[in-house]
């Protein structure tokens, strides 16, 4: 049993127009020490599934129906807001995308992650370092060192005296070290990181992905990596799920589906990245447009782009075709692998 | 700053205290008066000088403490103002206070309820609050809680059989502490209840309407989605954090009120008997008696900048962005 | 008008219709514009509006006969009160209108111009909003003596300024879009610019500001019949009417009581008309 277990989970959402199947069945499982890169264009459902875990989505415009989410055996479908709540910050850490707007700007950064360990700790004071009847002042002391301590865990240098800074005084890619010093304060188990690299630098980008690669190391932390850039995947992911409008269609070890795509979106995907080695003004484009959620196609939803498909393919969701150990894809073209 | 919006103002008033039609010197000196009589009245108190030295000896008086004399109350405006503006000020305080303590909790309340039945009540609630005219509103309170009820005072600051604490600083609750006499703080504060209530309800209202707008869209921020991401209570988010973010926007409407607090004051002071600055600048106003009118607005002029002063350091403290240095 | 200005009109209507509390609005205030224009009509003691007393019928409860009671001359209540409302509707209409109308002119010089007169005409400006409204108000009535035309004028002395500061912006806004760079470079003259182009692209926020200060008008005219200075007596006026009423409280509070609530009901309609009124105008602004 995985840590995370995410199982055929179906999500509409109202909106003016009506009610959009933004999820339709979708199934993935990230473990202990595993970098689960989730890739697809935008709208393509990503964002919010890593929302859907921590039960953050309200729920009118939200609608769950069917699915389930097991975080550690435990279906967080059923549970209520105060038991998420617990697990929230103490056992799944999130960090988003935009480092400038994350931060609450009015408060010194070691009062908002002092709060967050304090939240921790209230649930498990061993976090904390102290033992269960400790005095709030002392916890209080107890979370600022700690919070010093992951300051510095992130390469914020003299982090006892940045923790009593405002967050407009540090920059771009100090303030998402930060957010993640701030998720993990807790000493989650998963990470959701939505989107952590795209506000930020190419140059920035490389050091902060290398700081989270270094802490899965040394935490065995799961982690959900939302994006849209299979460059970073490519870095940092030790497997990859491919999205397409609410669908998964590929999922496996990265080496493996980079290496041999089997599904045409995935292959367009990769396709469409630029290379050394690409003619110069031949950029590789896919026809056509995502679709309406709305009104959404009937069985495999990338099949009216797709140059592969046939009349079988709107008729019912592809089922899952395993490719390897560690592969898997779901398309009605592709056939089993002995 | 402040130095030049005061000269202004000075300059201001005492252009239209003489572009009003009517004549003082006229008034002062008496109905039966000749015109020689007035001549000679307007030469010793000097309006018969070009306009420009009058303004000149007013404002040089003004900087050295002489604000002129009160025809009617016959003592120097200076002097008036020392009994009758702390006052007006306390009232001003005690409405404040309550419209800021109550209104900032309502305001974050309503917008964490939004478009619920909390929230809908407090909407009506403020735009009844700002359509009430306190006037009417201090009677309706005066016939409930004093004549039909009689658990609060009717009018006044002080039972008039009792001697007041010895005057320090003129708010007679404050100068009741000074003095030790717990039995003067609360008669005090009991005359001090209802004529607040009534001044506060519009102040209360429209700080409610500001922290609910603002906090409708601080709730909407990433930092806010973060927050609850990591598992802070809503109690904690909406209470110290939210409520930190929201806050500036009311900072401007509560400068504004106490500037408008001041000079709508007599409203209150007519119906409550209350001795301030409005009933003071009002019988002068009535009588013709200039410098007392001059001398409130000026008042007015000074305290409203001192207050804005304050709002602004205030802001600093709310967000740290906006801080020197 | 264009298309797009003609549908968001149309979505704020609707905006306007769905939303109960500024329906309300319209009510009381249809039903206000109702009973003061047919005021006299409707009273059915004119001899008292016009200063008659009947002293065989002081201070009666409210009753068949008299539905607001009597007051201490033995003028009938009701009657009074629904004169009133002519007297309180014309003054708080004037208020606006000419406050608007002098706000609009110094604001739309001050922000066409620019340069010096701008700045001179805005420094002036904000010295008269450092000035208390209410006894600059009270101070200009006083001189000028008695009589609705000159309270009206005193209180317009004291609120064109927010019209002027808010004109200024507007057409300084205004004045960098392309239409009337356009304008210009084909040869109009600067009263045609202001006149057919950018005063009628801000007239929105103008009447918004008109509707929303329309009950803050009648409470002032109110405040000052009130304290005593304005309007006299015969002339009907809610707040005069409540200073004479003071002095009979508890017993005869009825003579209180119903110009008090006619103040209140006045300006509450009025001011969720304008709260309405400005969904309508103004999407952007949000409740």
Redesign the interface.
């Known amino acids: 049993m995985a840590l995370l277990e995410i199982d055929n989970l179906h999500l509409a959402m109202r909106s003016f127009d009506g009610e959009a199947q933004v999820l339709n069945g979708i199934t993935l499982s990230v473990d202990k020490g595993e970098v689960w890169g989730l890739v697809g264009e935008t709208g393509c459902g990503k964002s919010v599934t890593g929302l859907s875990v921590?039960r953050?989505l309200a729920s009118p415009p939200a609608r769950y129906f069917g699915g389930a989410i097991r975080f550690d055996g435990q279906d967080l479908m059923q549970a209520d807001e105060a038991t998420m709540?617990?697990?929230?910050?103490?056992r799944i850490?999130?960090?988003?995308q935009?480092p400038t707007?994350?931060?609450?700007?009015?408060?010194r950064i070691g009062e908002?992650m002092i709060?967050?360990a304090l939240?921790?700790g209230a649930t498990d004071p061993a976090i904390l370092g102290l033992a269960p009847g400790a005095s709030s002042r002392a916890r209080r002391r107890a979370a600022r060192s700690l919070a010093i301590r992951m300051l510095d865990r992130v390469g914020i240098p003299k982090a006892s005296e940045r923790v009593d800074d405002?967050p407009?005084q540090f920059s771009g890619g100090m303030r998402q070290r930060v957010?993640i010093a701030?998720?993990l304060i807790?000493k989650p188990d998963l990470l959701i990181a939505d989107e952590p690299t795209t506000a930020l630098d190419v140059s920035v980008q490389a050091q902060i992905l290398q700081l989270l690669y270094d802490l899965v190391g040394e935490e065995r932390l799961a982690v959900l990596l939302i994006t849209h850039n299979l460059g970073v995947v490519a870095q940092i992911c030790s497997h990859v799920a491919v999205m397409y409008a609410g669908n998964i269609v590929e999922t496996g070890d990265v080496r493996a589906v980079f290496k041999r795509p089997a599904h045409p979106y995935t292959t367009a995907l990769l396709a469409a990245v630029p290379t050394v080695h690409s003619v110069r003004g031949a950029l590789q484009d896919l026809p056509g447009a995502v679709p309406d959620l709305i009104h959404p196609p009937s069985g495999c939803r990338f099949a009216p782009r797709c140059r592969l498909a046939t009349p079988a393919c709107t008729q019912a969701l592809p089922a899952p075709v395993r490719l390897g150990p560690q592969h898997s894809v779901f398309c009605h073209a592709v056939t089993e692998v002995a | 700053m402040i130095v030049p919006v005061l000269l202004g103002l000075s300059l201001l008033v005492f252009a239209i205290s003489h572009l009003l039609p009517g004549d003082p010197v006229a008034l002062a000196a008496g109905p039966q008066a000749t015109k020689t009589e007035i001549a000679a009245l307007a030469h010793e108190l000097g309006t018969d000088q070009p306009l420009a030295v009058q303004y000149w000896s007013y404002l040089t008086g003004l900087l050295s403490g002489d604000w002129g004399q009160s025809v009617l109350t016959r003592r120097p405006v200076l002097a008036d103002l020392r009994i009758y503006l702390p006052a007006t000020l306390e009232l001003v305080v005690a409405a404040m206070a309550l419209a800021i303590a109550i209104g900032i909790p309502a305001g974050l309340l309503s917008a964490v309820f939004v478009d619920r039945w909390p929230d809908y009540l407090s909407r009506i609630l403020s735009l009844g609050a700002i359509s009430m005219p306190r006037f009417f509103l201090g009677l309706l309170l005066q016939l409930a809680f004093a004549m039909q009820l009689g658990w609060l005072p009717l009018n006044g600051r002080y039972p008039i059989i009792e001697d007041p604490p010895p005057f320090v600083t003129g708010f007679l609750s404050l100068d009741a502490i000074l003095a030790g006499d717990a039995g003067a703080v609360w008669l005090a504060l009991a005359h001090l209840a209802l004529p607040a209530i009534a001044m506060s309800l519009s102040p209360l209202a429209t700080i409610t309407r500001m922290m609910r707008s603002a906090t409708i869209e601080v709730l909407q921020q990433d930092y806010v989605l973060t927050e609850r991401a990591l598992g802070l209570s809503r109690r904690l988010i909406i209470f110290k954090y939210v409520a930190k973010n929201a806050m500036s926007s009311s900072l401007t409407v509560i400068g504004l009120y106490v500037g408008w607090l001041l000079g709508g004051s007599v409203l209150v002071e007519t119906v409550f008997d209350w001795p301030g600055i409005g009933l003071y600048a009002t019988k002068a106003i009535v009588t013709q008696d200039f410098m007392p009118v001059m001398g409130v607005t000026l008042a007015i002029g000074v305290v409203f900048v001192l207050v804005n002063l304050v709002i602004d350091l205030l802001y600093g403290v709310l967000n740290p962005k906006v801080r020197l240095g | 008008m264009s298309g797009s200005r003609w549908l968001n009109l149309q979505r704020g209507f609707y905006r306007f219709r769905r939303s109960w509390l500024s329906m309300v609005g319209l009510v009381i205030v249809a039903a206000l514009v109702l009973v003061a224009l047919l005021g006299p009509a409707l009273v059915p003691h004119p001899e008292h509006v016009a200063g008659g007393i009947n002293t065989t019928a002081r201070f009666l409860p409210p009753s068949a006969r008299a539905w607001f009671g009597t007051n201490e001359l033995g003028q009938d209540v009701f009657s009074l009160t629904i004169a009133g409302s002519r007297v309180s509707l014309l003054a708080g209409i004037s208020v606006v209108v000419l406050a608007a109308a002098f706000g609009t002119l110094v604001g739309a010089i001050a922000g066409y111009y620019g340069g010096w007169l701008d700045e001179a005409l805005m420094r002036f400006t904000d010295l008269m909003l450092t000035l208390p409204s209410l006894i600059l108000a009270m101070a200009v009535a006083a001189a000028m003596g008695p009589g609705l035309g000159n309270t009206v004028f005193a209180i317009a002395l004291s609120w064109w300024p927010g019209f002027a500061r808010l004109v200024r912006g507007e057409v300084l806004a205004k004045k960098a879009d392309t239409f009337v760079i356009a304008a210009r470079a084909l040869g109009a003259g600067t009263p045609r610019i202001l006149g057919r182009h950018i005063l009628p692209n801000i007239a929105s926020p103008i009447i918004i500001k008109m509707s929303l200060d329309m009950g803050f008008a009648i409470l002032t005219v109110a405040s000052l019949g009130f304290v005593g200075i304005g309007v006299k007596p015969p002339t009907p006026e809610w707040g005069s009417l409540l200073s004479l009423a003071r002095g009979y409280l508890p017993d005869y509070w009825w003579t209180a009581i119903f110009p008090g609530a006619a103040i209140f009901l006045a300006v509450f309609g009025f001011n969720l008309l304008g709260d309405g009124l400005r969904d309508v105008l103004d999407p952007r602004a949000r409740r």
Do not use: E, S
Request: glycine share 10%.
């Open positions: 921590a953050l709540r617990r697990l929230r910050g103490r850490g999130m960090i988003f935009d707007t994350n931060l609450n700007p009015v408060f908002q709060d967050v939240h921790a405002y407009h957010l701030m998720a807790g």
